[in-house]
């Protein structure tokens, strides 16, 4: 297989941030609770009329450019989205539009917080099939439409933003291994029961508020700490890696405490740990595109650098990749 690897990122995040004190106004809360329990600070909201592609394109645009590459050059656009502008079209052929990259194929993936490593791993394939030369990979997600500011269980853990890669053949380094897990069986644990062809929305749907995310957290936390933990650690045995040659581990920023049990299982340095969530709480695909984005613009990983991004989401869906950067 030949290598490859990313070689641009790009992020965007509204301008509106949203603290742990701002939510304390909205419902029974507290900062000391949001904040021990989840390690999130503050969170940043789209604006009303801004849609999850004009995100999507503004993370486009940085990583094209941080790649040197033009829109008309890209082969594939994926753009992981649990929260499309609209059921259809896809937000990928909207972002293709946009940025005017005609020769592209477009196409949108549901994978939830997992969606980042599902789209990159598709990319990979695409790219080291020769069917395309690159590809342009985006997490999108505007949660906040998604969410029930009533409800104090899952309003604080969620927010907005976007984070994209462009994926192409690199002379060295690269992708060394990926992994991918999916269970069906917990989808009831967190899922938007209503606005699909199960319950097509309605004015009872909206009264009984189905059309926000439900969450058993308890239950996926646990979940989510096993399956996080395997992934990586299938994905290191997979690249003949163990934890210690790990330089930086970038995982899906869904709750500190998961993370933190997480790298406890795999016996990982904490201060491996790429972490971002106190700014921006669980943004879904976004998560992990970002922190990405931001551990290399920061330098926090450095060229040769062993990278392993850890996913888990609703689904049930998880993965890994080791990246050798
Ligand atoms: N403020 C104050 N109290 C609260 C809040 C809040 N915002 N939310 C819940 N509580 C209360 C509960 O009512 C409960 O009170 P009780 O004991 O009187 O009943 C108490 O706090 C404890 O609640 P738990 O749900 O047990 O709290 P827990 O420690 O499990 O933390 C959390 C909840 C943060 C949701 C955690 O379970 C979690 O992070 N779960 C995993 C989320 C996840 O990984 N999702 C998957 C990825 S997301 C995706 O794919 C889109």
């Not at 000391?32 to 993370?59: F, L, P, Q, Y």
């Not at 949660?143 to 104090?152: A, E, N, P, Q």
């Not at 992708?175 to 991918?180: A, C, F, N, Q």
């Amino acid at each position: 297989m030949k290598s490859i690897g990313i070689v641009g990122v790009g992020k965007y995040l509204p301008k509106k941030v949203l603290t742990n004190h701002d939510l304390e106004k909205l419902v029974d809360t507290s900062d000391e609770w949001i904040v021990t329990r989840t390690g999130i600070r503050e969170r940043r909201i789209a604006e009303k009329n801004e849609a999850t592609s004009d995100m999507a394109i503004k993370a486009a645009e940085a990583a094209l450019k941080d790649a040197k590459l033009k829109a008309e050059s890209i082969d594939l656009i994926i753009v992981a989205t649990i929260s499309p502008d609209m059921q259809f079209p896809s937000v990928a052929t909207i972002v293709q539009a946009a940025l005017k990259a005609h020769k592209a194929v477009a196409f949108d993936i549901s994978a939830a917080c997992a969606g980042f490593v599902y789209a990159l791993i598709i990319a990979q394939q695409f790219i080291a099939s020769g069917k395309y030369k690159n590809a342009l990979i985006i997490g999108a997600e505007k949660l906040s439409s998604l969410v029930d500011w009533t409800d104090r269980s899952t309003c604080v853990l969620f927010g907005d933003g976007a984070g994209a890669a462009v994926v192409a053949p690199v002379k060295r380094n690269g992708i060394i291994s990926t992994y991918l897990g999916s269970d069906g069986t917990g989808g009831n644990l967190l899922m938007v029961p209503a606005g699909g062809s199960r319950l097509p929305s309605s004015h009872d749907t909206i009264n009984k508020k189905l059309h926000f995310v439900k969450m058993q957290g308890n239950e996926l936390f646990k979940i989510a700490v096993k399956c996080m933990a395997e992934a990586a650690n299938k994905a290191l045995k997979q690249a003949g890696l163990g934890c210690k040659e790990v330089d930086c581990f970038i995982p899906h920023q869904a709750n500190e405490r998961i993370i933190l049990a997480a790298a406890k299982r795999l016996n990982l340095d904490t201060d491996k740990i790429f972490m971002n969530i106190d700014k921006y709480g669980n943004m879904s695909s976004a998560s992990t595109a970002i922190a990405l984005c931001e551990s290399v613009k920061s330098k926090r990983v450095k060229k040769g650098d062993i990278v392993v991004l850890d996913v888990f989401g609703a689904g049930l869906v998880w993965g890994a990749c080791v990246i050798k950067w």
